[in-house]
């Protein structure tokens, strides 16, 4: 019995993501790009503050820098000018109030700020409502950020916070690992063209789109044919120039599924083929020289489901993120269903209105067909039975993974 035999037993749904990951080398080359193109990247380094936040005392309110001391038991002081946000703040007069902007450098000799609405102002006097606190709305230099703290942890996928972050500390480049790169395929000699058995192919724009979406450079290279040597050739000559080459279809078991014997007779290696897994069965896991290649199955939401267990994986494997738990969200049945056990299943669900005990209640949808995408167009996520279940009535506990958020 070999690996590829249809009498091999199936993987379950973590021993396949195990060896779909196990395959997987990290990436370790790095590039570096202006800050404003590394939103989504994997920062290579780590980079740390070279000064303290703020530099000098900046003020934190609109109002009036002052010294306590000179403070009148009137609690009126004149205004003696203004220093605008952006200049240099000099020295605050003796027995005088300036007037300060927020973010202004707050002169020599102030202790505190008065905000506007704390003040009455009479022509070139103002007159407190209160006695001030000590340093009140004065940002103290250090107090937002300390000299040589973490802006940005090495492994860290760069979101706009740390953009504005680096921004802020005058960082103009930084250090990230470069993309996965995935040499995509669709392949059936119905898809693309005309006639009436012609069908469109959908899987390779939404493989593509799901790959983009993952933070993956994507190769479009196209339908392979329903041809045994045309497949190894395209495969043999893309040995190692991607880090995961993805196919869809012509890996299940009909006379023209020549995904696995092409692989072969290119040189690569089956590692794992078939999961325990509705839709998604035929799922095959591979090596061809420094390339990892996984074949998802063929019909539409059977790929779907496979890149989201499967190849999400393999690309935070790549770029060293941590595997995001499957169908993490707690959800109940809002259907009464009954299932033939045996495989783990997954299907399309929206979010009812309703929840029991703070949980959302869920509809299936669609019919539980792996040839059309057609129920996830209003779908909210994934949910999953594992494959043990026959039966789920309403109400009963499930778990699901929501749509439209990073695949990982
Ligand atoms: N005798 C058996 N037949 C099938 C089995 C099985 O175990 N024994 N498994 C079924 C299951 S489950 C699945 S899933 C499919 C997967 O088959 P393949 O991966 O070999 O895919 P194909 O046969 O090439 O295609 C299946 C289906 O999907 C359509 N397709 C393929 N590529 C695209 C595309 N890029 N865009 C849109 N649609 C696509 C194709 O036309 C077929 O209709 O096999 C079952 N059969
Ligand atoms: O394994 Mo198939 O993907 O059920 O349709």
Known sequence: MTVHDSSAPMLDIPAARRLACDLIKPLTA??????????????????????????????????????????????????????AAGALAGALPTGAALRIFTGALVPAGADCVV???????????????????????????????????????????????????????????????????????SSGDELGGK??????????????ALALAAGAEVDDLG???????????????????????????????????????ALEAAGGQ?????????????????TLGASVVTGLP????????????????????????????LFAHPARAGFDWARKPGRAEVFPIRLSHGEIDGVPIVQR????????????????GLGFVPAETTKVSFGAALRFMPLGQRVF
């Open 115 to 185: 905000p506007v609405e704390d003040c009455t102002e009479e022509g070139e006097t103002i007159r407190l409502s209160a006695r001030p606190k000590p340093g009140q709305h004065i940002r103290k230099v250090g107090s937002e950020q300390p000299l040589g703290g973490v802006l940005l942890r090495q492994g860290t996928r760069i979101a706009p916070q740390h953009i504005g972050l680096l921004a802020a500390n005058g960082i103009a480049r930084v250090r990230v690992l470069r993309m996965p790169r995935i040499a995509l395929f």
């Open 223 to 261: 339908i392979l044919p329903d041809d045994l040597p045309a497949i190894t050739a395209r495969l043999k000559a893309l040995a190692g120039r991607a880090d995961i080459i993805l196919t869809s279809g012509a890996v299940s078991m009909g006379g023209r599924d020549h995904l696995r014997p």
């Open 30 to 83: 790095t590039e570096t790009l202006a800050l404003a193109r590394s939103l989504g990247r994997i920062a290579a380094e780590t980079v740390t503050s070279g000064r303290a936040l703020p530099m000098r005392e900046r003020s934190a309110m609109d109002g009036f820098a002052l010294r306590l001391a000179d403070l009148s038991p009137a609690l009126s002081l004149p205004v003696a000018g203004t220093i």
């Open 298 to 325: 063929g019909n539409p939401f059977s790929a779907f489901t496979g890149f989201h267990l499967f190849v999400a994986a393999q690309l935070a494997t790549l770029t060293d993120q941590p595997l995001a738990p």
């Open 195 to 208: 006639g009436p058995a012609a069908i469109p192919d959908s899987n390779r724009p939404m493989l593509m």
């Open 365 to 380: 949808m669609g019919e539980g067909s792996s040839a059309t995408l057609f129920p996830l167009a209003e779908a909210d």
């Open 270 to 286: 089956i590692a794992g083929w078939r999961v325990a897994l509705k839709p998604g069965k035929p799922v095959m896991f591979g």
